[in-house]
């Protein structure tokens, strides 16, 4: 199984003690769809997982980027620490 789409972001801050980062993704499910993939947490920790939705891939990318946009108006930075 290969990802669709996969965004990590990250967020460092270290005068305000914030380092978090943002992993998106998009992989196929068992039924024939996708399912969006969010990973988030601590640099350095192992974080939290949880599927947030699924569908053809059209719709979870469309939500990918969105939160994907979010992320980033909220300080988050495109990052190669995947």
């Not at 992993?23 to 969006?36: A, K, Y």
Request: aromatic share 8%; glycine share 8%; with cysteine.
């Amino acid at each position: 199984m290969t990802n669709h789409h996969q965004a990590f972001l990250a967020r460092i801050d270290p005068e305000a003690n914030c380092f978090r980062f943002y992993q998106v993704g998009i992989e196929p499910n068992l039924f024939g769809d996708h399912s969006l993939v969010i990973h988030w947490g601590r640099l350095g920790r192992r974080g939290r997982t949880r599927i947030a939705a699924s569908g053809p891939l059209e719709h979870v990318a469309a939500i990918a980027d969105r939160i994907e946009r979010q992320k980033v108006k909220k300080g988050y930075e495109h990052s190669p620490l995947a």
